[in-house]
């Protein structure tokens, strides 16, 4: 069984930071890319940011320059680095690892429960 555990979420003002976790832990024979998703209220979940194994990261076009993603492959734990939020930053944020729970057999996605981050102008 696998889990993946965010952290960090909270409320902040505009301009403000906030840094958020995800553990993965359980029957994990490797992980290839994680990331993070955000799921605004009537809106489709999107991707935010996501990073390789080998540190190759892709961030979507609102968020550059603001966030930064990042990843301890010893603690199967990944970062998301948040600065100068915005309202429209507003949404339960996702984890999404695509790992292996043994050798030979394929990658598979996993999701944590969701972090709630609310941006007040």
């Known amino acids: 069984q696998v889990q993946l555990v965010e952290s960090g979420g909270g409320l902040v003002q505009a301009g403000g930071s906030l840094r958020l976790s995800c553990a993965a832990s359980?029957?994990?024979?490797?992980?290839?890319?994680m990331g993070w998703y955000r799921q605004a209220p009537g809106k489709q979940r999107e991707l935010v940011a996501i990073i390789t194994s080998g540190g190759i990261t892709v961030y979507a076009d609102s968020v550059k320059g603001r966030f930064t993603i990042s990843r301890d492959n010893a603690k199967n734990t990944v970062y998301l680095q948040m600065n100068n939020l915005k309202p429209e930053d507003t949404a339960v944020y996702y984890c999404?690892?695509?790992?292996?729970?043994?050798?030979?057999?394929?990658?598979?996605?996993?999701w944590g429960q969701g972090t709630q981050v609310t941006v007040s102008s």
């Open positions: 999404k690892g695509e790992l292996k729970t043994g050798w030979g057999i394929r990658p598979n996605d996993y």
């Open positions: 359980g029957s994990i024979f490797s992980i290839n890319a």
